[in-house]
Every structure is written in C-alpha cells, then in structure tokens.
C-alpha cells in the first residue's frame, strides 16, 4: 500500500517557473524525504524533513511540512529543462521501511 | 562507481523459469533495501536487511519470491516460476547508519520482463 499521495500527478512548466509538488500522507511519521527520478532510471534523494521540521532548504528546492495536515510540498524555484522527471514523497513511519508515494511528473518547457 | 550496482540490468525471461538478480550496495552501508516499481507507480517495498538478518518482508513478497544477504554485502532476490505480474523494475538501495533518518541511495534497478 503506498501512504504518501502526490497532486497534482502531472505538472508542465515554462524554465524559470516556480513548480509546487504536494504530499499528503495518512499516518504519524518519523520524517519525509523527497526523492528524483528521471526516466527509467533509478531515484535520487533529493531532501529529508523530520517530523519535528517545518521548512528546509537545499539549493533551489524548499520543502514544508504540516504534521497536523498530514502534508508536504516541494518547491522548485527557477525551473530548469534538466528538472523534468518524477518526484515522489517517501514516508517513515518509524521502523525500517520507507514508502513511496505515486508521484508528480513534472515537465519544464525549455 | 561506487555506488548500488545491480545486474544485470535487464531481463527477459518465459513464464515458469527462475531469475536470480544481485544488488552489490555501498560497501560500509549496513542496510540494504529491496524494492520493486511497476509504470507510473512509486516504488514499493519489498524486503529490508540490516548486515545479514531479513528483518522485514513485505505481504508482496509471496512464497516466490528469496532474498538473501549471505555475508552482510551483496543480496540476490530470486523469483521462482514467473509470472507475467511479476514484470517490474526491481530497485534496490542502501544506507548507513541505526536511525529511521538515513538517506538511501538507490542502484539503477533491474527490468524484468516475463514473456
């Protein structure tokens, strides 16, 4: 079963544009992370967010997360054409496993 | 390279016959993650190794399907008798560390695909 769902599934942007990804999960977690996938290749870790965060940067990517909303969002500031690919939230929920949400294919327009 | 290298990196097999793929993890990284994604889903968990012990098994795991870490480095899942359902990306990743807030690094997966 995937606990992490992303909206919206698919996104298509112009460079330069801001992309807005969001996450809403159903139960408690330990952290979030965010991860990068280009086509048919394997995922990249991208950022991780504890539970006990609320915003956290890394280059252009900011990343929020509400505990009492069950949710997250990635933002890609300054989009680039290299940024097209899948992004999917990933949850633990403490323990060993990580789950993966469907995804956002994202497209940025060159 | 050093980092999660799966082989192979495709395979065609019939339905029926076993395939045996390896994923060689990071080598100081304890933990060892199997996964497997199917197209335009997020990946799902499959098995989780911490040094040589299985300490999780996902329910999508059936009888079918081992996986072993014999010494702590390198896994293999195998997949007895094939099945059309069973064609997917199979990932596997890696991380270091006691903790649930670990980064696991990911291999580039090996498609399978059962005719």
């Known amino acids: 079963s995937q606990q992490g769902e992303e909206d919206p599934q698919a996104l298509s942007i112009q460079e330069g544009e801001n992309a807005t990804m969001n996450c809403s999960y159903k139960t408690s977690i330990n952290n979030l992370q965010w991860y990068r996938q280009n086509s048919g290749r394997g995922l990249v870790h991208l950022i991780l967010i504890r539970s006990n965060e609320r915003e956290k940067h890394s280059g252009r990517l900011r990343v929020t997360l509400d505990t009492s909303k069950k949710s997250s969002s990635l933002l890609i500031t300054a989009s680039r054409a290299a940024d097209t690919a899948s992004y999917f939230c990933a949850t633990n929920t403490g323990g060993f496993k990580t789950i993966f949400g469907a995804g956002t294919r994202l497209f940025v327009k060159a | 390279d050093t980092g999660v290298s799966q082989d192979p990196r495709h395979k065609i097999t019939k339905r029926g016959q076993n395939v045996t793929f390896r994923c060689d993890p990071i080598s100081e990284h304890n933990r060892l993650y199997w996964y497997r994604q199917t197209l335009g889903q997020g990946p799902e968990f499959l098995t989780y190794f911490q040094n040589e012990a299985q300490l999780e098994k996902s329910r999508l795991l059936s009888d079918r399907f081992s996986a072993e870490r014999p010494k702590g480095s390198f896994s293999t899942l195998e997949i007895q008798r094939t099945e059309q359902g069973d064609s997917a990306m199979y990932l596997c990743?890696?991380?270091?560390?006691?903790?649930?807030?670990?980064?696991?690094?990911f291999g580039q997966g090996t498609r399978l695909t059962v005719v």
């Open positions: 990743a890696s991380s270091k560390g006691q903790g649930a807030d670990t980064e696991a690094f």
